[in-house]
């Protein structure tokens, strides 16, 4: 599935071939976009929820922008932790706490995701949410610090603290068939303070679009 992404520190858009998934198998275990999970407890109606989630964070080299000449690189990591999961006919709220299980950054991140459907009919399904992520000071400073041996004239040594990032999401679905569908999506995200403020962004505001083909199994 193509998708289009620009990281902080580059001020382009780049086609990169990721494997997109929606799966939900058996009530259970579930992939969602780039978060994938099982439950550990629910209710019996399958609107509440605790589960274990798991999703990547990408990281970066020095060919990764013009401001990120020179850099070290910071390894992409997998994060993961408990998710308590709210449904109902106002919409669906996640919140959850993730760490590092790789121990690139070794921080973690409070996330809060509510979504809701916008249109439901016929062939058409699309979806609006909102994602508040609390990232803390190790996390930050890891992708967005610049050490002592990375400093240079135009990038001064820099170690943020916590910040809180905003995503907003437009995600959706047209129908080909029973099994088939054109899936697409959009978000943007808004850096928070602390990690915008760092010397190799080039952008606050960070975009990612997918498009692609999507099978019902």
Same mark, same amino acid.
């Given at each position: ?71 070290? &690189? =910071?390894?992409?990591? @997998?994060?993961? +932790? ?5 449904? %109902?006919?106002?919409? !669906?709220? *996640? ?81 080909? &068939? =029973?099994?088939?569908? @054109?899936?697409? +999506? ?5 850096? %928070?303070?602390?990690? !915008?403020? *760092? ?19």
């Amino acid at each position: 599935m193509p998708t289009a992404t620009a990281d902080a520190g580059s001020s382009h858009l780049e086609a990169l071939p990721l494997p997109i998934a929606y799966v939900d198998y058996n009530d259970r275990f579930y992939v969602n976009l780039f978060r994938a999970g099982a439950y550990v407890w629910s209710t019996s109606d399958k609107k509440t929820g605790i589960s274990f989630a798991v999703e990547p964070r990408l990281g970066f080299s020095s060919s990764s922008g013009a401001k990120l000449a020179g850099m070290e &690189t =910071r390894r992409g990591s @997998l994060q993961g +932790g408990p998710t308590f999961d709210l449904e %109902g006919r106002w919409g !669906a709220l *996640s919140v959850g706490y993730f760490t590092d299980l790789t121990r690139a950054s070794r921080g973690g991140y409070l996330d809060a995701l509510y979504s809701k459907a916008l249109v439901k009919s016929g062939r058409w399904e699309v979806n609006g949410a909102i994602e508040i992520s609390r990232l803390d000071s190790k996390i930050v400073n890891y992708y967005f610090g610049v050490r002592p041996t990375e400093v240079r004239p135009d990038r001064a040594f820099y170690q943020p603290g916590a910040t809180t990032n905003a995503t907003f999401w437009l995600t959706g679905q047209y129908n080909l &068939t =029973r099994q088939s569908a @054109l899936m697409f +999506g959009v978000n943007v995200t808004r850096l %928070g303070g602390a990690a !915008a403020s *760092s010397p190799i962004v080039e952008r606050r505001q960070v975009p990612l679009i997918y498009v692609g083909l999507g099978w019902n199994l």
